[in-house]
C-alpha cells in the first residue's frame, strides 16, 4: 500500500534513522514513490516533500546572514563614529562570506551538511560575540590600524556564517530527484523542482530586504549592538535545528556515495550525470572543460547579478540624495526587492515547455532593458515605478540561474555549486557596489546608472552562451512535461 501524502509530511518531521534511510534506498520501488498532487496547488507540494517545519525553518535561519553586514556597518560605525572603518568591517564581513562559502559548501558535499552546519553555527556565534566585544572594549578603534582586532572578527564572522540558503537548494533538488523516479535527469521532478526554487529565490529576497530594516529598527530605537546579538541568537538556536532537520538524509554525501558505487546512488533515486556517477572520475580532458565552462557560466551570472544588486543600491543612495538624505535609499531599493519576490514565486506557474535556457535568456533582455529606465527619473515617485517593474525580470532570472547551476553541477558537487553561486552575489555585490560608487563621486547618480545597464546585459550575453555550450554537450535542460 502505497505511503500518503500527510504520512510522508509526518515522517519527515519526525526523527529519521540511518538504518531508515538505508532501508529504504534498498527498495528503490517504495523510495521514489511521489507524494499525490496537492489539493492547494503546486506551493503546498512543497510541505509534503520536505515536512512542515522546514519551510519556516530554512526561512528564518538564513536571516542572519541578511543582518550581518549591515549589523556590522552599523554597529563598528556607531562606536568609533568612523564610517571608514564601519565600511572596511562591513566588507571584511562581505570578503569572509564570499571565501568562507564554497568552503563550506565543499566539506557539506564530502562530510554531510549536518556537521558542517553545526559546526559553523557555533563558530559564526562566536565570532558575532567577538564582534561586538572588540567594537565595543578595543581602545582607539576609531583608526584603522587600531581596528584590526574588531576587522579580523568581522572577517570570521562571514568565513563561518551557515550557508543555509545554498544548502536548502540542495535538499530540494535532492527531494525532488528521490520522488522522479530512478531514471530521472538530475535535474530532478522539474514541476517541484521549479516551485522550491521559486519559494527560495522568494525567501533570500525577503530576508534581504527585512534583515537590513530589522537593523535599522533595532539600532535606532534601542541599541547599535542589538542586531548582531540578535543575529547570533537566531544563528545559534535555529541554524543547528536546520542542520538536524531529516531533510539533511536526501543528500547523499560524496564519501558515502563511492563507497557504495553508482548502484547506491540509482537506489535512492538519484541519477548519474553527464560528469559522472560519484566513482570515480572517468571524464576525459574535453569533457572536464566542458563541465567547467558549463559551471561557469552560471557561476559569472550570479556575480553580474550581484553587481547590479550593488550598483543598484549605491546609485540610489547618490540619487535619493540629491534631492532628500541618502537614507532613503533602502526604501527605494524594498520596492524592486518586494516585486522580484512576488515575480519569483510566478515561476512555478510558467508553462513548462518555456525551457530554462529561453527563461534565462527573455528574462536577461528583458532586465537589461528596463534598467536603461533608471537613467530617466529626477524625483522619488518616478523611480519606485521604475524599480517595480525592474524587479519583475529579477527574481525568476534567479530561480532560473539557480536550476541550471542544479543542472550542470557534477556528480557530489551540488553543494560547492549552490554555494559558489550564492558567493558569487556577494563578490559581484562588492564589486558593483565599488565601481557605482567611484563613478556616483566623480560623474553623478546618472553615470553609476550605467553599471546596472551593463550588468543586465551581460547577464544576457551569458544566457546566450550558457544555451549553446549546454547544446553542445547534449544536456537537455528543457523541464519535464
Not at 532501508?23 to 514513490?33: N, T
Not at 563507497?259 to 570515480?280: F, I, M, R
Not at 559551471?295 to 535619493?320: D, H, Y
Request: glycine share 10%; aromatic share 6%; proline share 6%.
Amino acid at each position: 500500500m502505497n505511503p500518503s501524502p500527510s504520512s510522508l509530511a509526518s515522517t519527515l518531521d519526525a526523527p529519521i534513522s540511518t538504518d531508515t534511510l538505508t532501508a529504504s534506498a534498498a527498495q528503490p520501488s517504495a523510495a521514489v514513490q511521489a507524494p499525490a498532487p496537492a489539493k492547494g496547488g503546486r506551493y503546498a507540494q512543497l510541505p509534503l516533500l520536505a515536512g512542515r517545519s522546514f519551510i519556516p525553518l530554512g526561512l528564518f535561519a538564513r536571516l542572519p546572514l541578511a543582518m550581518l553586514t549591515v549589523g556590522a556597518l552599523t554597529l563598528v560605525t556607531a562606536v568609533t563614529g568612523s564610517y571608514a572603518v564601519g565600511g572596511a568591517a562591513a566588507g571584511a564581513v562581505g570578503i569572509g562570506s564570499a571565501l568562507g562559502a564554497p568552503v563550506l559548501g565543499v566539506l557539506a558535499d564530502r562530510l554531510g551538511q549536518r556537521g558542517v552546519l553545526l559546526v559553523s553555527a557555533i563558530a559564526n556565534t562566536v565570532a558575532i560575540v567577538a564582534l561586538i566585544l572588540t567594537a565595543y572594549l578595543i581602545p582607539g578603534v576609531h583608526d584603522l590600524a587600531a581596528a584590526v582586532p574588531v576587522l579580523a572578527a568581522a572577517f570570521v564572522a562571514g568565513v563561518s556564517c551557515p550557508q543555509v540558503g545554498p544548502l536548502a537548494r540542495v535538499r530540494w533538488m535532492a527531494l525532488t530527484s528521490r520522488t522522479s523516479g530512478a531514471g530521472a535527469r538530475a535535474g530532478g521532478n522539474s514541476a517541484d523542482l521549479d516551485t522550491a526554487l521559486s519559494y527560495e529565490s522568494t525567501a533570500d529576497e525577503l530576508t534581504f530586504v527585512l534583515g537590513p530594516a530589522l537593523v535599522g529598527i533595532l539600532a535606532s530605537m534601542l541599541a547599535p549592538w542589538l542586531p548582531l546579538a540578535l543575529a547570533a541568537a537566531l544563528t545559534v538556536v535555529l541554524v543547528p535545528a536546520f542542520a538536524v532537520h531529516p531533510t539533511n538524509l536526501a543528500v547523499v554525501r560524496t564519501a558515502r556515495r563511492r563507497a557504495a558505487g553508482p548502484a547506491a546512488g540509482l537506489s535512492a533515486g538519484l541519477a548519474p550525470t553527464a560528469a559522472g556517477d560519484g566513482h570515480g572520475d572517468t571524464r576525459t580532458a574535453a569533457q572536464r572543460a566542458r563541465t567547467f565552462a558549463a559551471v561557469a557560466l552560471p557561476v559569472l551570472a550570479m556575480v553580474c547579478m550581484g553587481t547590479f544588486f550593488g550598483s543598484t543600491q549605491t546609485a540610489l543612495s547618490s540619487f535619493s540624495a540629491s534631492f532628500a538624505t541618502s537614507e532613503l535609499a533602502g526604501l527605494l531599493y524594498a520596492v524592486m526587492g518586494l516585486s522580484s519576490a512576488a515575480a519569483a514565486l510566478s515561476v512555478a506557474y510558467w508553462p513548462r515547455r518555456f525551457t530554462v535556457n529561453a527563461r534565462w535568456i527573455a528574462c536577461a533582455a528583458l532586465m537589461a532593458g528596463l534598467a536603461s529606465l533608471l537613467l530617466l527619473p529626477s524625483t522619488a515617485l518616478p523611480m519606485v515605478l521604475v524599480l517595480f517593474v525592474l524587479g519583475l525580470p529579477v527574481g525568476p532570472l534567479m530561480v532560473t540561474v539557480f536550476a541550471i547551476g542544479g543542472l550542470v553541477a557534477p556528480a557530489g558537487k551540488l553543494g560547492t555549486v549552490m554555494t559558489v553561486l550564492a558567493s558569487g552575489i556577494v563578490a559581484g555585490t562588492a564589486l558593483g557596489s565599488s565601481i557605482a560608487g567611484q563613478l556616483a563621486q566623480n560623474f553623478g547618480y546618472s553615470t553609476a546608472f550605467l553599471v546596472p545597464v551593463c550588468a543586465a546585459t551581460a547577464l544576457f550575453l551569458l544566457g546566450t552562451a550558457a544555451a549553446v555550450v549546454l547544446r553542445q554537450r547534449g544536456r537537455k535542460t528543457a523541464p519535464a512535461a
